[in-house]
Structure formats: structure tokens, C-alpha cells
């Protein structure tokens, strides 16, 4: 008996080493970390790219509201925007970007770039913000940087193409939009540290407006 299952021993092992019915399966053990990783950060990736660009949408959306502010005015006197036309365009930023709690992790800030009609100079006539990222305009604000007190303003944007405001007698302001939002990973900072996505819009006002009078009303989107 004993030397029954020894003289089966050989036999057994070449059967063993012979056998390919649970190859795939341990090769799919061995590669499945190396999909899942990869699954992973491909997902990371692609969702980077979309809220990055829902980023650039969210700019320029608010540049393109802000530059519409009483279009649709008929009064033959020239329109006065209020600070609750600003605030309704602020409060439209909070709404588009609510599905990436961008009023925690985002700032928009909104800067009325003229021509000053005494000076002739390009400077920040008011500048309204929202969302509570700790952020300022790169380009000053309302009360430094205003072209009028020492500190000039030939035009705004980080790009090639830069842009200024029209000459003071046609009474157009352009609308200069900073956005800027922490984004925060799906996996956390498991494939990519966290990022800060700025982007700019601008778009000049599209009928003419009260310059002079900047905004009336009461304040309620401060950037202080």
C-alpha cells in the first residue's frame, strides 16, 4: 500500500505541473491591482479635466451676465447697474458651480475695468466677490489699484491677449472675471496633490451704461 501512493507521487506532480485550469484565474489575481490603480487614476484624470473646464465655463459665464446687466433696459436715460444686478450675477456663480461646493472651496471676483474720462486711464472702477476662498485679485482692487493714485493700469489678463477698456465716451465698462477654486480629488491626493484652478473671463458691457455712478444700492458682495 505504502509503496502504491509513493509510485503515485511522480505522477501526481507531473499532472500538476501540467494543468492550466487555474492559470487565468491566478493571473487575474496578480494584474487585477495593477487595473484597479490604473482604473483609478484614469477616472481621476478624466474628472480633473471636466471640472477643470466646468471651472473656465463658470468664468466666463459670469463675465457674459455681468456684461448683460440692463440690456434689455429701454429708458431713454443711460441705465444705472445696482448692486443687486451684481449680486444676482454672483449668486448665478454659486448655483452653477453648487455640484462642486464651490461656495466653500471657490472665489469669483468681479472687476469693472474703465476708462477714467479726466485721465484718460484704464483703472477698477468697483470690484464685487463671492465664495469664501481666501483669495485676492491679482491686479488690485477698487481702492490701490485704481490708475488714478500712482499705480497704473494699462489692461488685465494673464494671457497674450490682454484687454482694456473702450474710451470714456462711449460709457462701456469691460467686465473682468477672476475664478478661482481648490479642487479637491475623487481619491483625495492619492494619485495627484490638491490643485488650485484660476481662470479669467472678460467681456465688454453690451449697451452702454451710467459709468459715473459705479453701483447703487447697498453692498452685499463685498471682496473684504
Not at 488685465?156 to 470714456?168: D, H, I, R, T, W
Not at 465698462?173 to 479642487?183: C, D, G, Q, S, T
Request: aromatic fraction near 8%; charged fraction near 10%.
Amino acid at each position: 500500500m505504502q509503496f502504491t501512493a509513493t509510485r503515485r507521487v511522480p505522477g501526481l506532480m507531473r499532472a500538476l505541473l501540467g494543468s492550466t485550469s487555474g492559470a487565468a484565474a491566478i493571473e487575474f489575481a496578480l494584474t487585477l491591482p495593477l487595473l484597479l490603480t490604473l482604473t483609478f487614476f484614469g477616472t481621476e484624470i478624466a474628472y480633473e479635466a471636466s471640472v477643470n473646464m466646468e471651472m473656465s465655463q463658470i468664468a466666463l459665464s459670469a463675465a457674459d451676465n455681468a456684461s448683460r446687466l440692463e440690456q434689455t433696459n429701454n429708458s431713454a436715460v443711460t441705465p444705472t447697474v445696482t448692486e443687486a444686478d451684481v449680486a444676482s450675477v454672483m449668486n448665478g456663480v454659486l448655483k452653477q458651480g453648487a455640484a462642486y461646493n464651490f461656495q466653500t472651496n471657490g472665489r469669483v471676483i468681479l472687476s469693472s475695468l474703465e476708462t477714467d474720462p479726466s485721465t484718460g486711464k484704464q483703472y477698477i472702477h468697483w470690484q464685487r466677490c463671492i465664495g469664501n476662498l481666501a483669495v485676492q485679485s491679482v491686479y488690485g482692487n477698487d481702492t490701490t489699484r485704481n490708475g488714478l493714485s500712482g499705480a497704473t493700469i494699462t489692461s488685465l489678463g494673464s494671457g497674450a491677449v490682454k484687454v482694456s477698456a473702450p474710451a470714456a465716451s462711449n460709457n462701456q465698462a469691460v467686465m473682468f472675471v477672476e475664478l478661482y477654486y481648490n479642487y479637491n480629488g475623487l481619491f483625495g491626493t492619492m494619485f495627484m496633490p490638491q490643485q488650485r484652478f484660476a481662470h479669467e473671463g472678460a467681456f465688454i458691457t453690451r449697451d452702454s451704461r451710467n459709468l459715473s455712478a459705479g453701483l447703487t444700492g447697498t453692498k452685499t458682495t463685498p471682496c473684504t
